[in-house]
């Protein structure tokens, strides 16, 4: 059975970091991308983040460019996502999700974690 | 950016009703597209791929097409559990863009 565990969220203040991290169990961990997505408070999905299975693929969406960075330790089954100066508008909950494939272009996330919230706030 | 656009932003229907969701993208993307269901505190749920593979365990009930740009998922017969919102995806090109979402509500 897949799951899919995101811890890490917090209340932090503009201009923090936060580090949410990811642990993946159930499958052949390596051999798949994953991938981030957020949900701000009563909105609707977006896609911020995704990494190769091998790691040497990274890609953001343009909102997050420059500030966060997404990573992967595949001897702990676990990806990670280094949020840097955070804003207001990077508040809400944030999923991981284990993609069909390896590569992240031209594929999707078909499972989500239960997703970890962010609150930035002064 | 790729663009997606969905309508209409809510609906509500009778239990039994047929339900019909469109999205359309701003360029040619095209079967990259997923539909996926989010009930209200829960992460979302992949219910149909590739415009119109219906993902294992997912009732018979849901079903999508595609004709050029446009997509259509629909539910043959609603059925209370049905609550939630759908976003339609993209995954033709990156970012990876979801419509804004159509809250289905009981009438």
């Known amino acids: 059975e897949i799951q899919l565990l995101e811890s890490g969220g917090d209340l932090v203040q503009p201009g923090g970091s936060l580090r949410l991290s990811c642990a993946a169990s159930g499958f052949a961990f390596k051999s798949y991308a994953m991938t981030w997505v957020r949900q701000a408070p009563g909105k609707g999905l977006e896609w911020v983040s995704g990494?190769?299975?091998?790691?040497?693929?990274?890609h953001y969406a343009d909102s997050v460019k420059g500030r966060f960075t997404i990573s992967r330790d595949n001897s702990k089954n676990t990806v990670y996502l280094q949020m840097d100066s955070l804003g207001v508008e990077d508040t809400g909950v944030y999923y991981c999700g284990k993609d069909m494939g390896m590569i992240v272009v031209k594929d999707y996330s078909h499972f989500w974690g239960q997703g970890t919230r962010v609150t930035v706030s002064s | 950016d790729i663009q997606m656009t969905q309508s209409p932003s809510s609906l509500s229907a009778s239990v039994g009703d047929r339900v019909t969701i469109t999205c359309q993208a701003s360029q040619d993307i095209g079967i990259f597209l997923n539909w996926y269901q989010q009930k209200p505190g829960k992460s979302p749920q992949l219910l149909i791929s590739?415009?119109?593979n219906l993902e294992a365990g997912v009732p018979s009930r849901f079903s999508g097409t595609a004709s050029g740009t446009d997509f259509t998922f629909t539910i043959r017969s609603l059925q209370p559990e049905d609550i939630a919102t759908y976003y339609c995806?993209?995954?033709?090109?990156?970012?990876?863009?979801f419509g804004p979402g159509t809250k289905v509500n009981i009438k």
């Open positions: 990494i190769s299975g091998s790691g040497s693929r990274i």
């Open positions: 590739d415009a119109s």
């Open positions: 995806q993209q995954y033709d090109s990156l970012p990876r863009t």
